[in-house]
């Protein structure tokens, strides 16, 4: 027998809010108006960030580049006007050009651009400084030259004075000591000083080596002057032709000489033997020698001159003896001439 199939009720019921639930709906979303206003403005203002940084880079590049112009066109045009810098002036103008374009630049700007400016003005300084102290290199070490070669001029000139107004070899020493006590003195004194001077400009090219080299040529010069001087002095007021006379002025510069040499009677107006190379050795020896040598050959060159004097003295006359004997026989010969005759 068939059986009936029959329907069940529900026992529980699904409604929409149920279903919803389990598929993992969601409640319709109600917007935030505050939220989404802070959500605005801080999008603005990260736009207006970037919009200020890339206005900001634009300024520091021209800044930056146009700096770099003026400095290098500063820079150029002093050097290249062969003046030396004038360091004082050049920092006011450029103290002004970075004051005049930081006068309404913001500090945030200001900053950066002082700082890279201030690097830009210390080698632009720095450059002119060597350049500036090159230039006073020069001048002084010019100057000195002047000075050194006037100075040594001017006791030439005191030598020749004294050649034309002394009497006597002694008056002659005595004049040239005490030019050599008083003038020579500071001269020496004060070279040591504008040595210095040459040596702090010379960014170490000169050291106290060349500073001591310079004076013992100095010294040199001074003393083989004073010597020649001295040598001549025994020939003063000497007739060549008075061979006694002449022999004892030769025999007395040459003894000065001899007494240089050994260091004897007070001869030398330097005691060399203070001075010593870098190696500690004495310079002294080779010194004397060539001022002796120098003497001697001031001593012959006034011999020669004395006896091409007595020679041209010699042939003057033995001219005018001839002179004479040609015109004696002129007159002879006018005398016995036929027409003379005939008219007596």
Do not use: C
Not at 4 to 28: K, L, N
Not at 205 to 225: C, H, R
Request: without cysteine.
């Amino acid at each position: 027998m068939a059986r009936e199939i029959q329907r069940t009720r529900r026992t529980s019921m699904v409604t929409p809010s149920s279903t919803a639930a389990r598929m993992g709906v969601v409640d319709v979303y109600t917007p935030n108006l505050s939220q989404m206003a802070n959500v605005v403005a801080d999008t603005m203002n990260t736009l207006a960030e970037n919009q200020v940084k890339v206005l900001d880079a634009k300024w520091q590049n021209q800044f930056e580049t146009e700096t770099n112009k003026y400095f290098s066109n500063k820079v150029n045009t002093i050097l290249q006007s062969g003046e030396k810098p004038d360091l004082e002036k050049f920092q006011e103008e450029t103290d002004g050009y970075i004051n005049g374009v930081l006068a309404n630049v913001p500090e945030r700007l200001s900053i950066n651009a002082e700082s890279f400016y201030n690097q830009k003005n210390l080698n632009a300084f720095e450059i002119l400084r060597k350049q500036a102290n090159v230039m006073e290199y020069n001048e002084n070490t010019a100057l000195y030259g002047e000075w050194l070669n006037q100075s040594l001029a001017s006791f030439d000139d005191h030598i020749a004075q004294l050649q034309l107004t002394t009497q006597s070899p002694q008056e002659m020493i005595d004049g040239i000591d005490t030019y050599s006590g008083n003038d020579l003195t500071k001269l020496l004194g004060s070279h040591g000083e504008k040595f210095d001077a040459i040596i702090a400009l010379s960014g170490g090219k000169k050291t106290e080596t060349d500073k001591k080299a310079a004076e013992l040529l100095l010294l040199k010069e001074v003393e083989q002057k004073r010597v020649n001087a001295i040598v001549s002095s025994f020939f003063q007021n000497v007739d060549p032709t008075d061979v006694e006379s002449y022999n004892a002025a030769s025999i007395a510069a040459e003894e000065y000489l001899s007494n240089y040499l050994s260091n004897q009677g007070g001869a030398r107006g330097v005691n060399y033997d203070v001075f010593e190379d870098e190696t500690g050795r004495k310079v002294g020896a080779e010194v004397v020698e060539s001022i002796v040598d120098s003497g001697v050959k001031t001593r012959n060159r006034i011999q020669n001159l004395n006896a091409d004097r007595i020679a041209n003295n010699e042939a003057q006359n033995k001219l005018a003896i001839k002179q004479q004997y040609n015109d004696i026989e002129s007159y002879l010969k006018d005398l016995t001439s036929p027409d003379v005759l005939m008219s007596n």
